[in-house]
């Protein structure tokens, strides 16, 4: 088969919960731990960093990625969902998955997909796991897809296990209380492997704690230690800002140059610090040098995409792939910090969210630009519209996102901000971001 030969296969015979939602999730490890043992268990070949959490887990894999990177390491990274091409999922050092990789790999091993059925999120992970063994890496930064329990990545043994942040997402599939949520994350915590959890969260304290107790597991609350603050004046157009963290009160870092902009990010730091510690622990020689370099030149480093991106300037045109309420408040925290004279917000959201209490949160005074992205999961832009409209958001109805995002950009005037969001697909489909 052909690179494009082989995603149709993937796509069309495994379930897939980016595409269908939780008809592409399967509980357990069962299926994970079968393909892994048929391709010689790699997961137990390289070591790793597993990072959990409802919001930040992304931004985290990339800030520790790019760190080790810096520190002259070979560093795999697998994220999940890619935004436009499969390959963004699994990189080494930076660099995508080489295609004839992946077709060969399929070619290979299609026979036990269709004997055990993965979903294909499963065969993402075993795939990602056989090629970091393949490509001898020193390291390598595994984010948890959903959950953390029963999700596929859980079959690693990591070094260090980070979990960033607490919040309501996927609740019909880990749970609809906070403590429940956490009880899933808190599943990636393994016996004696120490566990960093970003943000001290009062509902979920105790989860993380007894967790920690049962297994044995040092537990670091990373924010009871490290502090960030961001260093004002800060442009709200600039591509980087400028952060000073300390270390128990005592300054660690001053005029730390961090490459991604957003205030939401001083609460991923103290994470991200964290486990570079426990790493120094463990024989990994990081110097500041490295940690500099690393946090300033993340997006270079490691291709990352989709974070408070700016791909346009008078009209600012600002993307974020924040698709769920906590992630939503920070963003529209980011964009009341922005001077303009009209906001105008491109959104589309998927069919399993709590929409709703989503469009609570968004500016009332902003001009709505409503779409779909092209995504079964994608809720109708009609749909959304409606709904916005029972709670003050009014706008109009597009159904491509690139309709959406070319008339927002054709009607906001030079000092006017454009917002697009609400759904990482959404995000996926803004061309700019790939120019």
């Known amino acids: 088969m052909t690179y494009a030969e082989t995603l149709a296969y993937l796509y069309e015979?495994?379930?897939?919960?980016?595409?269908?939602?939780?008809?592409?999730?399967?509980?357990?490890?069962g299926n994970t731990q079968v393909l892994a043992a048929a391709l010689g268990n790699p997961e137990r070949k390289f070591r790793s960093v597993h990072v959990a959490g409802t919001n930040g887990k992304g931004s985290s894999s990339h800030l520790l990625a790019s760190v080790l990177q810096a520190a002259g390491y070979k560093v795999g990274l697998y994220t999940s969902p890619h935004l436009r091409e499969f390959t963004e999922r699994i990189k080494?050092?930076?660099?995508?998955?080489?295609?004839e990789y992946l077709v060969a790999f399929v070619e290979q091993w299609r026979p036990l997909f269709e004997e055990v059925k993965p979903s294909f999120f499963e065969m993402c992970v075993a795939l990602a796991f056989r090629y970091f063994a393949d490509e001898k890496v020193d390291i390598a930064i595994v984010e948890v897809g959903l959950?953390?329990?029963l999700d596929s990545t859980n079959i690693i043994t990591p070094l260090v296990s980070l979990i960033t942040n607490i919040s309501f997402d996927h609740q019909a599939l880990l749970g609809d209380t906070l403590p429940l949520i956490a009880a899933e994350k808190a599943g990636i915590i393994k016996a004696g492997v120490p566990a960093v959890v970003s943000q001290t969260q009062p509902e979920v304290v105790?989860?993380?704690?007894?967790?920690?107790?049962?297994?044995?597991a040092p537990l670091t609350f990373a924010d009871q230690h490290y502090y960030a603050t961001i260093i004002a004046p800060q442009s709200p157009e600039a591509e980087s800002q400028r952060v000073r963290v300390t270390l128990n009160g005592t300054v660690l870092l001053d005029e730390l140059e961090l490459g991604l902009v957003g205030d939401y990010q001083r609460l991923n730091l103290p994470g991200v610090l964290a486990v570079l510690?426990?790493?120094r622990q463990q024989n990994f020689g990081i110097p500041e040098a490295a940690v500099r370099q690393g946090l300033r030149d993340v997006r270079q480093l490691t291709g990352l995409r989709g974070r408070w991106s700016i791909i346009g300037r008078r009209p600012l045109v600002v993307c974020d792939t924040g698709h769920n309420e906590a992630g939503l408040r920070l963003v529209t925290a980011q964009l009341a910090r922005l001077t303009y004279r009209q906001l105008h917000v491109v959104l589309g959201v998927v069919n399993d969210k709590d929409v709703t209490q989503m469009l609570t949160i968004l500016p009332p005074t902003a001009i709505y630009y409503f779409c779909q992205a092209g995504i079964p999961r994608a809720l109708p832009a009609a749909e959304l519209a409606e709904r916005a409209a029972?709670?003050?958001?009014?706008?109009?109805?597009?159904?491509?996102?690139?309709?959406?995002?070319?008339?927002a950009r054709l009607a906001a005037g030079p000092d006017d901000v454009v917002f697009i969001g609400g759904s990482t697909f959404v995000v996926a489909e803004v061309e700019e971001l790939y120019e």
């Open 92 to 99: 080494i050092n930076g660099q995508e998955l080489p295609p």
């Open 390 to 407: 029972t709670v003050g958001l009014r706008g109009a109805i597009y159904g491509p996102v690139s309709a959406a995002v070319k008339a």
């Open 206 to 216: 105790a989860v993380f704690a007894e967790a920690a107790r049962s297994l044995a």
């Open 147 to 149: 959950g953390g329990r």
């Open 277 to 279: 510690n426990e790493l």
């Open 13 to 29: 015979q495994l379930p897939m919960f980016q595409r269908v939602g939780a008809a592409g999730f399967k509980k357990g490890l």
